[in-house]
């Protein structure tokens, strides 16, 4: 990527970055040659119009990067040589790749899907990819991982979901971030997401097709809870949207909040198919199906949202929607390379098709 001489006040990219990545150029020019002392932070501060704290981050990252040595009361100097064991030297763009996940993402198909799509992609771009939120506990997660991001000098942040809204508005700061999972299309952010509302219009339109007309969805959130937090909102609205536009109206639904599966199976009438939030309440639907005597899916039809190995490898298979993709991730992946060049407009929004897979769980109505 070629950069200005001058700061662009317009640019996506942090002021610290933006200087950063100019003397970085004029290094490689033969401006500052090696051994060469870099002007001093006041006449840097004068030529960018950045303030003291601006040229002294920019300064950090650099020597962070072996690119310059400072030695108080002599100067700042630019290094003999590179340090040919720092890869982010030889690549194109260093990228932050954030997730919020509680356990080790090997026991998460989906994120390894959307990681793996990441990672296979700014591989073959020459960028540098670096992973943070790996087995972060409950409790201090959000501060560490923050504070990871934010000691690392990045070009861009690739947001996976979870803890959208803070996480967004912390690492902004830091880099541009672009949100990969699902589409926030309410806000003016950088993403690419699934089509969840689509995807949701395509089950229940088939649902409908069979012959189903009460359908419930089942979320582990309180309704105070879900209310608060962005994925199970925006998957109950989708759900609700898509309800009213299928079926002209014939379609009646609800939504049974904090995995209440007692007030599911002992009300009537009850629903003929049912929407879970997620896998493991598709298998605990399964559970408290046989222990009832309710037949799945000759009584009821169940669909899951983020289907994967687990469904495909429980008894019954059961059908899924699956939002989380390797595909997914490439185009993240090829988003952000766009980005981190200058080679997309902005904001980028981009929306995936969500896949939906029949299988045993999902039949005509009773």
Known sequence: MVWPAQIDAKSPFPLPVQVRRILEGEMEAGRFPAGSRLPPERSLMERFRVSRKTIRAALEMLEDEGRILRHVGRGTFVREGRRVQDAARMAIAHVGVVFFKYTDPAQDPLTLDL???IH???QAENCLATTFGLSVQPGDHFKKLVADVRGTPL???VLMPESVERAYDALSAHAPVLQAGYAFTDRGWDYVGGDLFGGM????????RLGHRHIAYITTETKEQAAQTSIPAL???SF???LAQVGGGRLRGEVVYASRYDEFFESRPRPT???TAQTNQAKTVLKEARERGVAIPRELSLISFDDGFIGTHTHPPFSGLKVLTADMGRAAARAVVE???GQAARPIQRILPAELHLRETTTRAP
Not at 201 to 208: E, G, I, N, P
């Open 339 to 341: 980005l981190v060049n």
């Open 201 to 208: 219009r395509q089950a229940l339109d088939k649902l409908a």
């Open 155 to 157: 070009d861009a942040i």
């Open 240 to 242: 609700r949207e898509a």
């Open 120 to 122: 296979e992609v700014l």
């Open 273 to 275: 198919a049912v929407f």
């Open 115 to 117: 990681l793996g799509g």
């Open 235 to 237: 998957k109950i609205a």
